[in-house]
């Protein structure tokens, strides 16, 4: 059976940096589309980036800040956050699309597996 579990979250200063890991067991990262997600309170999920055999997307928000990246020795997918805002407060989430024949997108309704995510918090 799938599972994701996410670490490396915590509270950190405006200007700051922090790398999320995924770890996952019953199947190999490398062959699933994979993304992480954050939500805030009150806010629906929001995709924060996408990567699938080496190709990624990212949420226009934190373009040029994180970089999601994958370790297949470890099966580990990694979310590499830098410069981070307080508007970075969420609790983050990563997720697999085991079947991405129709799409691998930043929206909610393309993936299957959740972790049960990781506590972001960034002060000012």
């Known amino acids: 059976q799938v599972q994701l579990v996410e670490s490396g979250g915590g509270s950190v200063q405006a200007g700051g940096s922090l790398r999320l890991s995924c770890a996952a067991s019953g199947y190999t990262v490398g062959s699933y589309c994979l993304a992480w997600f954050r939500q805030a309170p009150g806010k629906e999920r929001e995709g924060v980036a996408t990567?699938?055999?080496?190709?990624?997307n990212y949420a226009d928000s934190v373009k040029g800040r994180f970089t999601i990246s994958q370790d297949n020795a470890k099966n580990t997918l990694y979310l590499q956050m830098n410069s981070l805002k307080p508007e970075d407060s969420a609790m983050y989430y990563c997720?697999?699309?085991?079947?991405?024949?129709?799409?691998?997108?930043?929206?909610?309704?393309?993936?299957?597996?959740w972790g049960q995510g990781t506590q972001v918090t960034v002060s000012s």
């Open positions: 990567y699938i055999h080496g190709i990624t």
């Open positions: 997720a697999a699309n085991p079947e991405p024949w129709f799409g691998c997108r930043r929206v909610t309704t393309d993936f299957g597996y």
